[in-house]
């Protein structure tokens, strides 16, 4: 099992910055890759960055590229969510997540490949 818990959600303007934290813990040597998905009112799950987590290979949302950095510090076992400016269209509960086994590129966007989930942390962007 791995627990993740995030961090750092807030209020923000537009153009404003915010980093997002996941600390995971317990079975974390098992950890093949970490991701952030981002939920809105009445809008589904989607993703928006993932890294893996030996090499440090990275994805983005084509909405989050050159915005976004994700990033790891493996000692802490925590990964980070650099977020530089932000929109409106970026408010949502942003949720961490793990996946222990290998998988294919295109499986690290997708919410149903990753087994542990964080609580979710909020990020709201005024106008």
């Not at 050159?66 to 269209?89: C, Q, V, W």
């Not at 086994?101 to 295109?106: C, G, H, P, Q, V």
């Not at 919410?111 to 909020?122: H, N, S």
């Amino acid at each position: 099992q791995v627990q993740l818990v995030e961090s750092g959600g807030g209020l923000v303007q537009a153009g404003g910055s915010l980093r997002l934290s996941c600390a995971a813990s317990g079975r974390t040597r098992s950890t093949y890759a970490m991701g952030w998905f981002r939920q809105a009112p009445g809008k589904e799950r989607e993703f928006v960055a993932s890294i893996e987590w030996s090499v440090g290979r990275t994805y983005y949302a084509d909405s989050v590229q050159g915005r976004f950095t994700i990033s790891r510090d493996m000692a802490k076992n925590t990964h980070y969510l650099l977020m530089n400016s932000l929109k409106p269209e970026d408010t949502g509960v942003y949720y961490c997540a793990a996946r222990t086994a290998d998988a294919f590129t295109y499986q690290l966007r997708q919410a149903g490949t990753y087994g542990y989930w964080g609580q979710g942390t909020q990020v709201t962007v005024s106008s």
